[in-house]
């Protein structure tokens, strides 16, 4: 299985970007999907999840801005980031947990101008 994350880009503040991840390849079933950060010098850190019934997460820093959906026919997840802040650029990660097994996508990154 893999992972194909795109979208980022610069914003300035304000603004949204909304980010796309593909999975491919053969039988999989897919548990959840993710999206991660990882800003200079911090630790990565989840955005947020949707799971196979549906159910979503979100931590706090992201709630009303953030909103991640999922495309099944396409096993394609997106992130639509609105209100973008300085303090969301970051490297941002598609993560999935297919058939039990947890993969990363290459990172795409997210710079928001103030």
């Known amino acids: 299985v893999q992972l194909q994350a795109s979208g980022g880009g610069l914003v300035q503040a304000g603004g949204s970007l909304r980010l796309s991840c593909a999975a491919s390849?053969?039988?999989?079933?897919?548990?959840?999907m993710s999206w991660y950060r990882q800003a200079p010098g911090k630790q990565r850190e989840l955005v947020a999840t949707?799971?196979?019934?549906?159910?979503?997460n979100y931590p706090d820093f992201v709630k009303g801005r953030f909103t991640i959906s999922r495309d099944n026919a396409k096993n394609t997840v997106y992130l639509q980031m609105n209100s973008l802040k300085p303090e969301d650029t970051a490297v941002y990660y598609c993560?999935?947990?297919?058939?039990?097994?947890?993969?990363w996508g290459q990172g795409t990154l997210v710079t928001v101008s103030s």
């Open positions: 993560y999935a947990l297919i058939s039990g097994i947890r993969y």
């Open positions: 390849g053969r039988d999989f079933s897919i548990n959840a």
């Open positions: 949707i799971r196979s019934d549906g159910s979503l």
